[in-house]
T-cell receptor, first 115, second 111 residues
Framework: EAGVVQSPRYKIIEKKQPVAFWCNPI?????LYWYLQNLGQGPELLIR????????DSQLPKDRFSAERLKGVDSTLKIQPAELGDSAVYLCASSLTGTGVGEQFFGPGTRLTVL | ELKVEQNPLFLSMQEGKNYTIYCNYSTTSDRLYWYRQDPGKSLESLFV?????AVKQEGRLMASLDTKARLSTLHITAAVHDLSATYFCAVDMDSSYKLIFGSGTRLLVRP
């Protein structure tokens, strides 16, 4: 079974430029998450989707970050414009909720460097 | 606000020794997860603990959950070098599938 796929794996941009990350969850998983992980810290949730609906985006900085999950499968996270402090690893995860377990499976992440 | 604290944050231990990593959290939760992360890699799910008294074991690792004490432990038995990694616990906030992660415990197993 294929895991969570993310691209690109690495991205280097200059500040004020836009950037986008793509995620393809595990087949059949209805819930998709975007996390931000700073060096030496645990992941922090940015947004959670159940199918096409964003059910928790309270931690998403909406002035510069946006996300979408068209057709309830793939998702894109965008930053515009990027700031130096956005340098981090952006992780996508998916799970099958409603079963009571809620185990989240993580992708390899996109390491973003903003210069 | 739910807070998750792990200790120690860094652990250097010799091969063959035993040790325990602790995960404390501040509010009621019945779901706790342990993940492993190797440098530059993503998170790998180790254990899912879903009720008070739950105990799971895989190889040299054993995890347990005490929801009354709001405490989970990850016990390492006879450590080997391959266990060197960072270990995170994560607590499900209000059974909402929103995970709050601890800061991680960086484990280094020395020959």
């Amino acid at each position: 079974e294929a895991g969570v796929v993310q691209s690109p794996r690495y991205k280097i941009i200059e500040k004020k430029q836009p950037v986008a990350f793509w995620c393809n969850p595990i087949s059949g998983h209805n819930t998709l998450y975007w996390y931000l992980q700073n060096l030496g810290q645990g992941p922090e949730l940015l947004i959670r989707y159940e199918n096409e609906e964003a059910v928790d985006d309270s931690q998403l900085p909406k002035d510069r970050f946006s996300a979408e999950r068209l057709k309830g499968v793939d998702s894109t996270l965008k930053i515009q414009p990027a700031e130096l402090g956005d340098s981090a690893v952006y992780l996508c995860a998916s799970s099958l909720t409603g079963t009571g377990v809620g185990e989240q499976f993580f992708g390899p992440g996109t390491r973003l460097t903003v210069l | 606000e739910l807070k998750v604290e792990q200790n120690p944050l860094f652990l250097s231990m010799q091969e063959g020794k035993n040790y325990t990593i602790y995960c404390n959290y501040s509010t009621t939760s019945d779901r706790l997860y342990w993940y492993r992360q190797d440098p530059g890699k993503s998170l790998e799910s180790l254990f899912v603990l879903l009720s008070n008294g739950a105990v799971k074991q895989e190889g040299r690792l054993m995890a347990s959950l005490d929801t009354k004490a709001r405490l989970s432990t990850l016990h390492i038995t006879a450590a080997v070098h391959d266990l060197s990694a960072t270990y995170f616990c994560a607590v499900d906030m209000d059974s909402s599938y929103k995970l709050i992660f601890g800061s991680g415990t960086r484990l280094l197993v020395r020959p």
